[in-house]
């Protein structure tokens, strides 16, 4: 009908336009043909808006239908947890309970029956929030409409007064059963259907009762009733009409009807009176009920601090409860109200992983004042204690076996847990370097235990900062070649760094962390490798991160608990047969537990120097072969130490909690508390267990004599190293072991004049005329290329000490024998006894000037300084530093 009417008016119009063309229209036809053109306007307009309708409806149609297809309807599981009030048991590994869990004692939500909650509160809630409760299907097609037209209004006059969701009771249960808040569309429909599926399974009473509990009622209550006893101090079978009227207005958003401010409370007055009229409309209450109310004082209990009534929970116990619940959630899909309610009143059996006899070892060196000494005088102006947390993990399943967060005695329930709490981030130090650098630079083959890197400046800040080195070594010095062995051993950021930038590359450190977990993936920079991470961690996750090393390559997320069944007996979570996923080969885990070894390990030729751990932590003390990395971050606000046995993994971090003021660095007299609380706990933990060796040499694990400071094949040179015999055996993955042929080059054979010396004491290469018995052969290192400063005063690495002086000839006997000699490298801290000849006194000032400059850059290189004469080197002997990483 339409569309006929529509080609008629064009054939109207085509005509027209013809007569328009030709003729000038009188006033008669002109007027007519607007009315035809406009009516013709409205009929193409008409016909295009119900068209795009049909399309529209057609559109939204599929889609709320498919939205309603995917829709989750609530299931008897998820209803679990319904306003019952069973106590819940926790128990430890062996079986025994270490915790009951009733809802009213350990948190403040309390379930309330239907039965025990007086009409007018009923009456108050469903007033205001779902008038119609009693007659819709879960869906309230005419609050829709109302809150439809309501936010049409609203738009047109700018004010939002007494616009409503439209949102039934039904529909917010199914929210505050699922946690699902997301705001769109789909989430509205599937919200609307699965109440519509709700109020098929439950009665009303039973929806609200659910409401009731369920609903967030400010100050950290959930429910009516414990919100009930917080704001009235009693319970709501005993409040009056004043006060359900209030109470039923808080839910709608707490912050603003907070009747614990001034404000809130008067927003909270308003809102109830709202309510009252509400229900005087609707015929709950009679004009004197409404009146009474209304001119009622209402009496508020005075604002209590977290009730705590039950026992204090442990830190292991916090914990279980935070996993169980994020679990129930992630599992069961439901909100973490309900899931709280299933773990403090859902009568569940939670069992936990904690051991029992490992948790009370902890326990009594956290306990244990020495361990926490009061040396730091920042820290008592800031009132800060020494805190430590730490935490074992099974290296065989990732069972979490003890927990500790922090300092002493636990003094209340859900305390900051610096053990394992997602709010625990702190930066890790150098114990990064395993998990970020050296394992996944191992395993992926592009470095081996015995890749020598030259430990000297580097300048990785690029253009932000070209002129600083960057990094630098903790002990502010470099040692010049060294392998990744010696570099682990002594925690060698420039080695780290490099290896990290130049070989393995950012993105590889990367995937392997996320492997063990941590996931850093914004964190592209040269501190990835060296632990100034930006997103810190806690010694839960740390430990974790470290026993693939300790388990042949193998991972497992920590978990503290196995089994969680419901009332029933029925199993809710099974974390049992967790599955674990493949870090690194077999073969790395064994290298690298070799590496980490070694920094437990004393001072042992050829190294000079303990490992970072040595002093605290080795075999003898834990009474089991021990592997362990040390850390310690910028300015030595935070301490750690990770390590692990053939049975546990554990991490301690120590330092303050920071919590006002500047940071607090670790002073030298608390330097190795992380180290000592580690071993304390670690030799209690294995005092009877079977001694037991780390993991045997897998099958494609090759060894070769190398040398320490080429990373090749070992020479009788190596043998005759002037710092001792650089000679060791080294592991290596079947394939990436040097060849045999492959042998070192950086040792190297000269004959010296021992009459003539440089300011470094290193006797110079022998001329013709020097006495043969003044002329021994000497074994040098020569690097390639030879070392040269990159920038001016720049620090020296100490190594170069032992570079053969190549160009440089005795300057004792004889005329001289190299006239034409130049320095190759102009270096301006040249050796002395060079540029010319020593005989040639009338350069002596300036040279003696330079001469004191340069001694400076060997600050910590006894008899550096040409004031003390020619020294021998030989038997030369190191600092004695003890490593403060
Ligand atoms: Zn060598
Ligand atoms: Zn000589």
Request: charged share 25%; hydrophobic share 35%.
């Amino acid at each position: 009908m339409k569309l006929r009417k529509k080609s008629a008016a064009n054939g109207t119009e085509k005509k027209h336009r013809k007569t328009v063309k030709t003729d000038k229209p009188n006033k008669k036809t002109k007027s007519s043909f607007i009315k035809k053109f406009a009516l013709t306007l409205i009929a193409c307009i008409l016909v295009f808006v119900l068209a795009v309708g049909c399309a529209l409806v057609g559109l939204v149609g599929g889609a709320v239908y498919a939205y309603i297809e995917t829709a989750q309807p609530i299931t008897d599981e998820q209803l679990i947890a319904k306003a019952s009030s069973r106590t819940t048991l926790i128990y430890d590994s062996k079986g025994n309970i270490i915790q009951k869990l009733t809802g009213k004692d350990n948190m403040d939500c309390e379930p309330v029956t239907d039965k025990e909650v007086p009409q007018y509160l009923k009456d108050a809630i469903i007033s205001i929030e779902d008038e119609r409760f009693y007659q819709h299907p879960g869906v309230d097609i005419q609050g829709v409409i109302n809150a439809g037209i309501g936010f049409v209004k609203s738009i047109i006059t700018g004010s939002s007064e007494g616009t409503r969701g439209g949102s039934t009771i039904t529909q917010q249960v199914v929210k505050n059963i699922t946690g699902n808040t997301t705001r769109s569309i789909k989430r509205k429909v599937q919200e609307a259907y699965a109440a519509v599926l709700l109020e098929k399974k439950l009665e009303k009473w039973q929806i609200l009762e659910l409401y009731m509990n369920l609903g967030y009622w400010g100050n950290s209550c959930t429910g009516v009733q414990s919100a009930s006893k917080k704001y009235f101090g009693k319970p709501v079978s005993e409040l009056s009409l004043a006060q359900c009227a209030l109470l039923a207005g808080i839910t709608n958003n707490p912050g603003k009807y907070n009747p614990f401010t001034e404000k809130g409370r008067e927003n909270a007055k308003n809102r109830q009176e709202i309510i009252l009229r509400k229900m005087l409309e609707l015929g709950k209450i009679s004009e004197e009920e409404y009146e009474q109310a209304i001119n009622e004082d209402l009496q508020f209990a005075p604002k209590s601090s977290s009730q705590q009534v039950g026992s204090v929970q442990s830190y292991f116990v916090d914990q279980v409860i935070v996993d169980v619940r994020n679990a129930l959630m992630e599992e069961m899909n439901i909100s973490a109200t309900m899931a709280n309610y299933m773990i403090y009143g859902g009568g569940l059996e939670i069992y936990t992983t904690m051991d029992p006899k490992i948790q009370a070892d902890m326990d009594s060196v956290f306990m244990d004042d020495t361990y926490f000494p009061l040396v730091n005088e920042t820290a008592k102006r800031q009132m800060e204690h020494p805190q430590a947390a730490m935490a074992i993990i099974d290296v065989h399943n990732g069972h979490v076996k003890a927990l500790y967060g922090g300092y002493g005695k636990k003094e209340a329930s859900n305390t900051l847990n610096r053990a394992s709490s997602s709010l625990m981030k702190r930066q890790p130090g150098s114990t990064a370097k395993p998990i970020a650098v050296y394992g996944p630079a191992i395993d992926l083959k592009l470095a081996t235990a015995a890749t020598v890197v030259d430990d000297k400046a580097v300048y990785m800040l690029g253009d932000r900062n070209p002129e600083r080195a960057y990094p630098t070594n903790y002990n502010n010095r470099y040692d010049g070649l060294t392998t990744i062995r010696n570099a682990i051993k002594n925690s060698v950021n420039v080695v780290a760094a490099v290896v990290w930038r130049d070989m393995l590359g950012a993105d590889n450190s990367i995937e392997y962390l996320k492997k063990v977990g941590i996931n850093r993936e914004k964190e592209k920079y040269i501190s990835l490798a060296l632990g100034g991470w930006e997103q810190g961690i806690n010694p839960l996750q740390l430990a974790a991160a470290y026993v693939p090393f300790a388990n042949q390559g193998l991972y497992y997320e920590p978990t503290t608990f196995t089994i969680v069944k419901d009332s029933n007996g029925k199993v809710l979570l099974d974390r049992t047969n967790k599955k674990a996923t493949i870090v690194y080969s077999e073969e790395t885990a064994f290298i690298i537990t070799e590496l980490l070894q070694e920094v437990t390990k004393g001072k042992n030729s050829p190294y000079p120097y303990p490992g970072t751990a040595a002093t605290n932590v080795n075999e003898k003390v834990i009474g089991m072969p021990v592997a362990a990395k040390t850390g310690t971050t910028q300015s030595n606000i935070d301490k750690w130490l990770v390590g692990y046995t053939p049975y546990y993994a554990a991490a301690v971090w120590y330092g303050y909690d920071n919590s006002g003021g500047e940071p607090i660095p670790v002073k030298t007299e608390e330097m190795y508390q992380a180290h000592k609380i580690w071993a304390a706990v670690m030799k209690k933990v294995h005092e009877d267990l079977p001694k037991k060796d780390f993991n045997p040499m897998p099958e494609d694990i090759v060894t070769k004599e190398i040398c320490i400071y080429s990373g090749k094949i070992a020479t009788d040179l190596c043998r005759h190293d002037q710092r001792g015999n650089a000679t060791i055996k080294e592991y290596f993955i079947k394939g990436t072991e040097p060849r045999d042929d492959d042998i070192c080059t950086v040792h190297i054979q000269a004959r010296v004049c021992t009459e003539s010396k440089d300011t470094m004491g290193r006797s110079l290469l022998a001329g013709p005329y020097c006495p043969e018995e003044k002329v021994e052969t000497k074994v040098f290192i020569q690097r390639d290329p030879p070392y040269m400063p990159q920038k001016p005063n720049e620090k020296a690495p100490r190594d170069v000490v032992y570079e053969l002086p190549a160009g440089e000839y005795c300057t004792v006997h004889g005329a001289p024998q190299t006239p034409e000699f130049t320095d190759p490298f102009d270096l301006p801290w040249s050796f002395g006894g060079n540029g010319g000849t020593s005989t040639d006194n009338g350069q002596g000032a300036g040279q003696q000037q330079e001469l004191r400059d340069s001694s400076s850059l060997y600050e910590d290189v006894p008899g550096g300084s040409p004031a003390e004469g020619p020294r021998n080197n030989d038997g030369y002997d190191w600092p004695e530093h003890m490593p403060l990483e």
